[in-house]
């Protein structure tokens, strides 16, 4: 069982910048892909970035490419979503997921078994 938190969310400005963050429990994160995703209103959910366990592969959506980054601390459980340059459109709930995922289902959300309560950023224009 793995339970995740988001954190960092909030509003900002058009151009500006968030770091989210994901606190992981359990001694087998470093097993699990971690993976991205958002929800805007009236929107389905998308995937944003993920990465593999170990780092190797990073995954990332074409809206996303270029200004947000993924990383993961195998040591404090955690993954980080930098986003830079944001825009209105990025507004979204903001979920974080962990899944035994091959690296061609990294943008796949129902490769995901976990997923965490999700954290808003809003973007103002």
């Known amino acids: 069982q793995v339970q995740l938190v988001e954190s960092g969310g909030g509003l900002v400005q058009a151009g500006g910048s968030l770091r989210l963050s994901c606190a992981a429990s359990?001694?087998?994160?470093?097993?699990?892909?971690m993976g991205w995703f958002r929800q805007a209103p009236g929107k389905e959910r998308e995937f944003v970035a993920a990465v593999s366990g170990s780092s190797t592969f990073k995954k990332y959506a074409d809206s996303a490419k270029g200004r947000f980054t993924i990383s993961r601390d195998n040591a404090k459980n955690t993954v980080l979503l930098q986003m830079n340059s944001l825009k209105p459109e990025d507004t979204a709930v903001y979920y974080c997921?962990?899944?035994?995922?091959?690296?061609?289902?990294?943008?796949?959300?129902?490769?995901?078994?976990?997923w965490g309560q999700g954290t808003q950023v809003t973007v103002s224009s």
């Open positions: 359990g001694r087998t994160f470093s097993t699990y892909a």
């Open positions: 997921a962990a899944g035994a995922t091959t690296a061609t289902q990294l943008s796949l959300g129902p490769a995901y078994i976990y």
